[in-house]
């Protein structure tokens, strides 16, 4: 690639998105049918000070793909996006958004408003989806640093940006985390009873669908589970996931693998 | 009816050059410096939102002197050039040596073949890692790239300012002495630069994968102590 030059009427700004279609590194739109390994469970649930994220590990093609897949990733220091949908989309989706998100900072030298962020992400999605069996649908959640607030963001196929002020879900395994989370919600959780309510949610995702991972005592691989606060995207290490899901297991295993009446 | 006259090159060269340093020499001068654990670029700068140093990539820094429009839009260019390579690539593959090679072209171009010679000067620092050194290069109005061996200055001072400069530090220094004789040498003996139009952007390793950093006021103020 030479240097990328324009002119002031056809610059694409401080867009990365644009700019990349114009120096031709999209994909470009297809119409086949192939799809490659997908489905997934992930949710966000806010609470006092930001948002938890936990998403499975697992990825699905007509088989096992893969078991240890990160489907949250930061997309800068205090934004998470996460995806569902073919994974080969997600990725290139993912590191577009991340670039996207340090390119327009670097140009300008502001940093972009999350709602700027998420509002960015829509045409995106759209071009993807309208034009490709491929599809994928992200979660973006985040600290918004000018309203001191946790806020999360879904998205609809055509691209449509939906703000939840409770909690979102996406993937196959959403029927099941999204009656967990239902039933289970309150305004103002604190951190330690969000992330127990996102664990069970995605526990309940990968006991009911085949295409979502659960916890694998086996391998000792876990959901991913995330903060994202005034502190920043912070991971929660292998084994403290890995206790919240043996507590579940344990109570899970006692009452004969049902939820025994009551929430937990 | 019109008539041609004849140029000899030389003298259009001339003129050219001429023109591209008068208008160099009306800006404020800028000094990139490698210090023990970085680099740093320090401009006298009066504007506090209108920045002659700016970030390109993780490793990589960018200061350009001169007209603004100009090299603001050569800086666009390299963020576009970095950001899309590394896209491409992998983001260890982006390098500060093509980079600039591209902008000695580009100014070079502009300097025989564009309507007039860009007005600027700039300069790409890289922060080495082990497979690449730290590196200045300096980039002239006309495209004649050099590789600085330890400190660059760009602007319409740049001799009397280099002389001062080199005078001052002879070896890798910690960042509070090479920027205060950064600082010193931009200044000169007979003044003194207020901290508020000093504009500085380090490059250096702070366990992030980006290395650049813009210092605030009383940053500088604190390590000018």
């Known amino acids: 690639m030479g240097l990328p030059l324009f002119s002031a009427s056809d610059d694409p700004g401080p867009s990365f998105f644009h700019f990349a279609q114009s120096a031709g590194l999209t994909s470009p739109t297809s119409s086949g049918t192939a799809l490659s390994p997908h489905a997934t469970t992930v949710i966000a649930v806010r609470y006092d000070e930001g948002v938890v994220m936990v998403g499975d590990r697992q990825a699905t093609g007509n088989y096992i793909a893969s078991r240890d897949v990160r489907k949250i990733e930061p997309a800068d220091r205090f934004t998470a996006l996460a995806i569902s949908g073919t994974a080969a989309?997600?990725?290139?989706?993912?590191?577009?958004?991340?670039?996207?998100?340090?390119?327009?900072?670097?140009?300008?030298?502001?940093?972009?408003?999350?709602?700027?962020?998420?509002?960015?992400?829509?045409?995106?999605?759209?071009?993807?989806?309208?034009?490709?069996?491929?599809?994928?649908?992200?979660?973006?959640a985040g600290w918004d640093s000018s309203h001191q607030t946790g806020r999360i963001f879904e998205y609809d196929g055509a691209g449509g940006c939906y703000e939840r002020l409770d909690f979102a879900t996406i993937g196959s395994g959403t029927p099941f985390a999204e009656n967990t989370l239902r039933l289970g919600f309150s305004a103002g959780l604190d951190r330690d009873a969000a992330l127990t309510l996102g664990a069970l949610a995605i526990y309940e995702a990968g006991d009911n669908d085949p295409s979502t991972g659960g916890p694998d005592f086996v391998r000792n691989i876990f959901p991913m589970m995330v903060t994202i606060s005034s502190e920043g995207f912070q991971e929660l290490a292998n084994e403290d996931v890995g206790e919240r899901f043996r507590v579940i297991n344990e109570r899970r295993t006692q009452s004969g693998g049902v939820a025994g009446g009551s929430l937990r | 009816m019109s008539n041609y006259f004849y140029v000899a090159p030389e003298q259009l060269i001339r003129d050219r050059a001429e023109f591209a340093q008068k208008g160099i020499a009306r800006g404020r001068s800028i000094v990139g410096a490698i210090y023990e654990t970085g680099v740093v670029m320090v401009a006298e700068n009066p504007s506090a939102s209108l920045f002659k140093i700016s970030e390109v990539y993780d490793r990589i820094a960018f200061a350009g002197v001169g007209k603004y429009n100009e090299f603001d839009r050569l800086r666009e260019a390299g963020i576009r050039w970095a950001d899309g390579t590394g896209f491409t690539y992998s983001r260890g593959d982006v390098d500060a040596r093509a980079l600039a090679n591209y902008y000695a072209q580009h100014l070079g171009d502009m300097f025989t073949e564009g309507q007039k010679p860009l007005e600027v000067e700039i300069l790409v620092a890289q922060l080495g890692n082990r497979i690449r050194p730290t590196k200045l290069y300096r980039i002239a109005y006309e495209g004649t790239i050099s590789d600085e061996p330890r400190f660059a200055v760009l602007g319409g001072d740049a001799e009397t300012i280099k002389a001062r400069f080199a005078a001052s530090e002879d070896s890798l220094e910690p960042l509070t002495t090479t920027l205060k004789n950064a600082v010193a040498a931009l200044a000169g003996p007979d003044r003194t630069i207020d901290v508020g139009d000093l504009e500085v952007g380090i490059l250096e390793d702070r366990g992030d994968r980006r290395t650049f950093l813009r210092l605030h006021d009383d940053q500088v103020s604190e390590l000018l102590r």
Do not use: C, W
């Not at chain 1, 300008?108 to 408003?113: E, Y």
């Not at chain 1, 700027?116 to 993807?128: C, E, F, M």
């Open chain 1, 89 to 140: 989309r997600g990725i290139e989706f993912i590191r577009m958004a991340q670039l996207s998100f340090e390119h327009y900072e670097k140009m300008t030298d502001t940093a972009l408003s999350l709602e700027g962020k998420a509002n960015y992400l829509s045409p995106i999605i759209q071009r993807n989806n309208l034009t490709s069996p491929l599809l994928v649908l992200p979660l973006l």
